[in-house]
């Protein structure tokens, strides 16, 4: 996603991760169904660049340097 590229992946390569099918990547059920995927992005470049750019705001947003600061900062705080 930081690298301006969209995603193909099934639910579990995205686990953890916030990011929406057909928002900002293309999930798939099954890995057999990520060649077809890839050729249907690849095809279709609005869609390409939707999803690359929706899905690098929300991991700028979700894994920023200061995310990352404000939620250790909240861990000491509860461990103190």
Do not use: H, W
């Amino acid at each position: 996603a930081f690298m301006g590229v969209p995603l193909v992946s099934t639910r579990v390569g995205i686990e953890g991760i916030p990011f929406e099918n057909e928002c900002d990547c293309l999930v798939v059920p099954e890995v057999s169904q990520m060649k077809s995927a890839v050729v249907q992005l690849l095809k279709d470049s609005e869609r390409r660049k939707t999803f690359a750019r929706n899905a690098f705001e929300k991991a700028k947003n979700a894994y920023s340097i200061e995310r990352f600061k404000e939620t250790r900062m909240r861990a000491f705080d509860v461990c103190r």
